[in-house]
Protein backbone atom coordinates (compact mmCIF):
# COMPACT_ATOMS: atom_id res chain seq x y z
CA UNK A 1 0.00 0.00 0.00
CA UNK A 2 1.11 3.56 -0.79
CA UNK A 3 -0.28 6.74 1.16
CA UNK A 4 1.03 10.22 -0.38
CA UNK A 5 1.07 13.49 1.44
CA UNK A 6 1.91 16.38 -0.05
CA UNK A 7 1.85 20.20 -0.35
CA UNK A 8 3.04 23.59 0.83
CA UNK A 9 0.73 23.31 4.18
CA UNK A 10 3.74 21.45 6.41
CA UNK A 11 1.23 21.30 9.42
CA UNK A 12 -1.17 19.65 8.01
CA UNK A 13 1.15 17.14 6.40
CA UNK A 14 3.29 16.49 9.53
CA UNK A 15 0.45 15.67 11.57
CA UNK A 16 -1.21 13.42 9.13
CA UNK A 17 2.34 11.33 8.86
CA UNK A 18 2.19 11.38 12.99
CA UNK A 19 -1.48 10.08 13.02
CA UNK A 20 -0.52 7.52 10.68
CA UNK A 21 2.21 6.40 12.43
CA UNK A 22 0.87 6.15 16.16
CA UNK A 23 -2.41 4.75 14.58
CA UNK A 24 -0.32 1.69 13.35
CA UNK A 25 1.84 1.68 16.14
CA UNK A 26 -1.25 1.71 18.62
CA UNK A 27 -3.01 -1.38 16.22
CA UNK A 28 0.09 -3.59 15.86
CA UNK A 29 1.88 -2.77 19.16
CA UNK A 30 4.14 -6.16 19.02
CA UNK A 31 4.03 -7.22 15.53
CA UNK A 32 4.71 -3.72 13.58
CA UNK A 33 8.06 -3.23 11.54
CA UNK A 34 8.68 0.44 11.61
CA UNK A 35 11.19 2.25 9.45
CA UNK A 36 11.75 6.04 8.86
CA UNK A 37 13.68 7.65 6.19
CA UNK A 38 14.72 11.35 4.79
CA UNK A 39 16.02 13.29 1.64
CA UNK A 40 19.57 12.07 2.79
CA UNK A 41 18.96 8.43 3.17
CA UNK A 42 20.18 5.76 0.45
CA UNK A 43 17.32 4.36 -1.74
CA UNK A 44 19.54 0.99 -0.83
CA UNK A 45 18.20 1.42 2.62
CA UNK A 46 14.57 2.34 1.66
CA UNK A 47 14.35 -0.73 -0.89
CA UNK A 48 16.09 -3.33 2.17
CA UNK A 49 13.96 -1.84 4.42
CA UNK A 50 11.00 -2.86 2.45
CA UNK A 51 12.07 -6.14 1.46
CA UNK A 52 13.17 -7.72 4.81
CA UNK A 53 10.63 -9.74 6.38
CA UNK A 54 10.50 -10.02 10.19
CA UNK A 55 9.29 -13.41 11.26
CA UNK A 56 7.02 -12.01 14.14
CA UNK A 57 6.09 -9.08 11.63
CA UNK A 58 2.22 -8.31 10.92
CA UNK A 59 2.89 -5.12 9.31
CA UNK A 60 5.30 -3.46 8.12
CA UNK A 61 5.61 0.91 7.83
CA UNK A 62 8.17 2.82 5.81
CA UNK A 63 8.16 6.30 6.08
CA UNK A 64 9.74 8.48 3.36
CA UNK A 65 9.78 11.97 4.35
CA UNK A 66 11.23 14.62 1.20
CA UNK A 67 13.29 11.71 -0.70
CA UNK A 68 11.51 12.08 -3.62
CA UNK A 69 13.08 14.87 -5.22
CA UNK A 70 16.07 12.57 -5.51
CA UNK A 71 14.52 9.84 -6.77
CA UNK A 72 11.73 10.89 -9.14
CA UNK A 73 13.83 10.12 -12.12
CA UNK A 74 15.12 6.76 -10.61
CA UNK A 75 13.65 4.45 -13.36
CA UNK A 76 15.45 1.93 -11.21
CA UNK A 77 13.77 2.33 -8.16
CA UNK A 78 10.18 2.51 -9.70
CA UNK A 79 10.35 -0.30 -11.99
CA UNK A 80 11.23 -2.28 -8.51
CA UNK A 81 8.34 -0.67 -6.54
CA UNK A 82 6.33 -1.92 -9.58
CA UNK A 83 7.67 -5.33 -9.85
CA UNK A 84 6.81 -5.35 -6.25
CA UNK A 85 3.31 -5.03 -6.49
CA UNK A 86 4.04 -2.44 -3.56
CA UNK A 87 0.32 -0.76 -3.97
CA UNK A 88 -1.72 -4.24 -3.82
CA UNK A 89 0.56 -5.31 -0.97
CA UNK A 90 -1.46 -5.23 2.33
CA UNK A 91 1.25 -6.16 4.87
CA UNK A 92 3.51 -2.92 3.62
CA UNK A 93 2.69 0.75 3.83
CA UNK A 94 4.70 2.81 2.25
CA UNK A 95 4.47 6.48 3.01
CA UNK A 96 5.86 9.28 0.74
CA UNK A 97 5.21 12.72 3.10
CA UNK A 98 6.93 15.63 1.02
CA UNK A 99 6.84 18.94 2.03
CA UNK A 100 5.74 20.57 -1.53
CA UNK A 101 3.18 20.07 -4.09
CA UNK A 102 3.87 17.00 -6.11
CA UNK A 103 2.92 17.61 -9.94
CA UNK A 104 2.22 14.57 -11.81
CA UNK A 105 1.99 16.48 -15.19
CA UNK A 106 5.99 16.61 -14.72
CA UNK A 107 7.00 13.42 -13.99
CA UNK A 108 5.92 9.80 -15.06
CA UNK A 109 7.07 8.13 -11.96
CA UNK A 110 5.26 10.89 -9.98
CA UNK A 111 2.22 10.18 -11.88
CA UNK A 112 2.17 6.94 -11.37
CA UNK A 113 2.51 7.36 -7.54
CA UNK A 114 -0.52 9.30 -7.58
CA UNK A 115 -2.42 7.31 -9.14
CA UNK A 116 -5.16 4.67 -7.75
CA UNK A 117 -4.82 2.46 -5.46
CA UNK A 118 -2.75 5.04 -3.94
CA UNK A 119 -4.15 7.10 -1.15
CA UNK A 120 -3.52 10.82 -1.74
CA UNK A 121 -3.50 13.60 0.53
CA UNK A 122 -2.92 17.31 -0.45
CA UNK A 123 -2.34 20.22 2.04
CA UNK A 124 -3.22 23.00 0.95
CA UNK A 125 -2.60 26.96 2.68
CA UNK A 126 -6.03 26.73 4.79
CA UNK A 127 -8.37 29.78 3.40
CA UNK A 128 -8.72 32.28 5.93
CA UNK A 129 -13.00 31.51 5.45
CA UNK A 130 -12.02 28.36 7.25
CA UNK A 131 -9.72 29.09 10.47
CA UNK A 132 -12.48 30.01 12.85
CA UNK A 133 -13.95 26.23 12.38
CA UNK A 134 -10.40 24.97 12.81
CA UNK A 135 -9.40 26.72 15.66
CA UNK A 136 -12.37 25.17 17.46
CA UNK A 137 -11.37 21.56 16.61
CA UNK A 138 -8.02 22.40 17.28
CA UNK A 139 -9.34 23.94 21.00
CA UNK A 140 -11.37 20.88 21.48
CA UNK A 141 -8.14 18.67 21.22
CA UNK A 142 -7.46 20.57 24.64
CA UNK A 143 -10.61 19.79 25.86
CA UNK A 144 -11.44 23.46 25.28
CA UNK A 145 -13.74 26.22 23.52
CA UNK A 146 -13.21 29.34 21.89
CA UNK A 147 -15.40 31.90 21.05
CA UNK A 148 -15.97 33.70 17.73
CA UNK A 149 -14.43 36.80 18.05
CA UNK A 150 -11.68 35.65 20.00
CA UNK A 151 -10.78 33.10 16.52
CA UNK A 152 -11.22 35.82 14.49
CA UNK A 153 -8.45 38.18 16.64
CA UNK A 154 -5.87 35.11 16.33
CA UNK A 155 -6.37 34.69 12.79
CA UNK A 156 -6.09 38.12 11.83
CA UNK A 157 -3.09 38.55 14.27
CA UNK A 158 -1.31 34.89 12.93
CA UNK A 159 -2.53 34.56 9.73
CA UNK A 160 -2.54 31.37 8.35
CA UNK A 161 0.24 29.95 9.81
CA UNK A 162 -0.97 26.96 11.70
CA UNK A 163 2.05 26.19 13.42
CA UNK A 164 1.69 29.51 15.44
CA UNK A 165 -2.00 28.84 15.86
CA UNK A 166 -1.52 25.78 17.23
CA UNK A 167 1.24 27.02 19.74
CA UNK A 168 -0.97 30.11 20.86
CA UNK A 169 -4.42 27.29 21.28
CA UNK A 170 -2.88 25.49 23.20
CA UNK A 171 -1.03 28.41 25.32
CA UNK A 172 -4.77 29.77 25.60
CA UNK A 173 -6.18 26.38 26.73
CA UNK A 174 -3.64 26.09 28.95
CA UNK A 175 -4.78 29.21 31.04
CA UNK A 176 -8.67 29.11 30.63
CA UNK A 177 -10.51 26.10 29.00
CA UNK A 178 -13.35 29.57 27.66
CA UNK A 179 -11.18 31.46 25.29
CA UNK A 180 -12.47 34.67 25.04
CA UNK A 181 -11.24 37.75 22.87
CA UNK A 182 -10.51 39.60 25.85
CA UNK A 183 -7.96 36.66 26.88
CA UNK A 184 -6.80 35.84 23.79
CA UNK A 185 -5.49 39.51 23.17
CA UNK A 186 -4.03 38.91 26.51
CA UNK A 187 -2.01 36.39 25.53
CA UNK A 188 -1.21 36.75 22.27
CA UNK A 189 0.29 39.78 21.26
CA UNK A 190 0.14 41.00 17.43
CA UNK A 191 3.37 40.35 16.09
CA UNK A 192 5.81 43.30 14.27
CA UNK A 193 5.37 41.79 10.64
CA UNK A 194 1.37 41.46 10.68
CA UNK A 195 1.27 45.23 12.54
CA UNK A 196 3.38 46.16 8.64
CA UNK A 197 1.14 44.92 6.86
CA UNK A 198 -1.84 46.08 8.65
CA UNK A 199 -0.19 49.11 8.49
CA UNK A 200 0.42 49.33 4.58
CA UNK A 201 -2.72 47.66 4.22
CA UNK A 202 -4.57 50.73 5.94
CA UNK A 203 -2.60 53.49 3.33
CA UNK A 204 -3.90 51.09 0.60
CA UNK A 205 -7.02 51.29 1.24
CA UNK A 206 -6.85 54.97 2.34
CA UNK A 207 -7.13 55.23 6.03
CA UNK A 208 -4.09 56.80 7.51
CA UNK A 209 -5.73 56.94 10.45
CA UNK A 210 -5.55 53.27 10.83
CA UNK A 211 -2.08 53.03 9.34
CA UNK A 212 -0.98 55.73 12.25
CA UNK A 213 -2.22 53.94 15.09
CA UNK A 214 -0.03 50.47 13.89
CA UNK A 215 3.03 52.44 13.23
CA UNK A 216 2.52 54.34 16.90
CA UNK A 217 1.71 50.71 18.38
CA UNK A 218 4.82 49.60 16.93
CA UNK A 219 6.96 52.65 18.30
CA UNK A 220 5.59 52.79 21.29
CA UNK A 221 6.52 48.81 21.61
CA UNK A 222 10.06 49.75 21.10
CA UNK A 223 10.43 49.09 17.59
CA UNK A 224 13.43 50.66 16.23
CA UNK A 225 12.24 53.39 13.36
CA UNK A 226 15.11 52.01 10.86
CA UNK A 227 14.50 48.65 11.14
CA UNK A 228 10.25 49.52 10.73
CA UNK A 229 11.03 51.41 7.17
CA UNK A 230 13.21 47.53 6.14
CA UNK A 231 9.98 46.02 7.01
CA UNK A 232 7.64 48.89 4.96
CA UNK A 233 10.05 48.81 1.82
CA UNK A 234 10.39 44.69 1.81
CA UNK A 235 6.53 44.40 2.47
CA UNK A 236 5.46 47.02 0.48
CA UNK A 237 7.51 45.78 -2.75
CA UNK A 238 5.78 41.86 -1.84
CA UNK A 239 2.18 43.95 -2.21
CA UNK A 240 3.28 44.78 -5.85
CA UNK A 241 4.93 41.97 -6.87
CA UNK A 242 1.45 40.39 -5.90
CA UNK A 243 -0.50 42.57 -7.23
CA UNK A 244 1.10 42.42 -10.18
CA UNK A 245 0.55 38.55 -10.13
CA UNK A 246 -2.70 38.53 -9.35
CA UNK A 247 -3.40 40.91 -12.63
CA UNK A 248 -1.74 37.71 -14.48
CA UNK A 249 -4.50 35.05 -12.81
CA UNK A 250 -1.94 33.67 -10.64
CA UNK A 251 -2.79 31.64 -7.65
CA UNK A 252 -1.77 30.91 -4.60
CA UNK A 253 0.07 28.22 -5.13
CA UNK A 254 1.85 29.52 -7.84
CA UNK A 255 2.93 32.82 -6.20
CA UNK A 256 4.42 30.64 -3.22
CA UNK A 257 6.62 28.84 -5.63
CA UNK A 258 7.35 32.07 -7.12
CA UNK A 259 8.00 34.30 -4.32
CA UNK A 260 9.00 31.97 -1.67
CA UNK A 261 7.47 34.11 0.40
CA UNK A 262 5.59 32.37 3.75
CA UNK A 263 2.43 31.54 3.75
CA UNK A 264 1.31 34.04 6.16
CA UNK A 265 2.73 37.12 4.68
CA UNK A 266 1.75 36.21 1.18
CA UNK A 267 -2.23 35.99 2.40
CA UNK A 268 -1.67 39.87 3.54
CA UNK A 269 -0.16 40.32 0.51
CA UNK A 270 -2.67 38.78 -1.48
CA UNK A 271 -5.47 40.64 1.09
CA UNK A 272 -4.26 44.11 0.47
CA UNK A 273 -3.71 43.83 -2.71
CA UNK A 274 -6.72 43.07 -3.99
CA UNK A 275 -7.82 46.15 -2.85
CA UNK A 276 -5.67 48.33 -4.21
CA UNK A 277 -5.21 49.49 -7.71
CA UNK A 278 -1.43 49.09 -9.22
CA UNK A 279 -0.99 52.47 -9.77
CA UNK A 280 -1.63 53.37 -6.29
CA UNK A 281 1.13 51.09 -4.91
CA UNK A 282 3.11 51.78 -7.73
CA UNK A 283 3.43 55.71 -6.62
CA UNK A 284 3.81 54.59 -3.02
CA UNK A 285 6.43 52.46 -3.73
CA UNK A 286 8.58 55.23 -6.15
CA UNK A 287 8.09 56.92 -2.89
CA UNK A 288 9.90 54.74 -0.75
CA UNK A 289 12.30 54.00 -3.32
CA UNK A 290 12.94 57.76 -3.39
CA UNK A 291 13.15 57.40 0.67
CA UNK A 292 15.49 54.88 0.97
CA UNK A 293 17.98 56.31 -1.11
CA UNK A 294 18.00 59.96 0.91
CA UNK A 295 18.26 58.12 4.25
CA UNK A 296 21.10 56.21 3.04
CA UNK A 297 22.64 59.68 2.14
CA UNK A 298 21.05 61.20 5.08
CA UNK A 299 18.96 63.66 3.41
CA UNK A 300 16.09 62.01 5.40
CA UNK A 301 15.47 60.32 8.92
CA UNK A 302 13.28 57.48 9.49
CA UNK A 303 10.67 60.19 11.19
CA UNK A 304 10.29 62.28 8.93
CA UNK A 305 9.54 59.12 5.99
CA UNK A 306 6.40 57.76 8.46
CA UNK A 307 5.36 61.38 8.59
CA UNK A 308 5.70 61.94 4.81
CA UNK A 309 4.21 58.31 4.05
CA UNK A 310 1.14 58.74 6.02
CA UNK A 311 0.32 62.25 4.34
CA UNK A 312 0.95 60.21 1.08
CA UNK A 313 3.81 62.94 0.24
Not at 73 to 94: H, N, P, Q, Y
Not at 123 to 128: R, T
Request: with cysteine; glycine share 6%.
Amino acid sequence: MIIVLHGINTFVTKRKRDEIIAGYRAKHPQGLSFFMFDEDSDTQDIKTAIETVSLFEEKKLVVCRNVLAGVADDEGFFSWLKARTIKEDGKTVVVFSEDRVLAETKNKNIAWLLEKPSVVQKADIMNAARLPAWLAQEAARHHATIEHDAALYLADVCGDDLWRLSHEIEKCASYDKKITKARAQLLVLMAEEGRVFDALGALAEGNTKKAASHFFALQKDGEDRAKMFGAVAFHFRSMVRVRALLDLGWGKEQMHKELGMHPFALQKAMGYARGASMDTLARTYRMIARADEALKTGKMTAEEFFERLLLGV
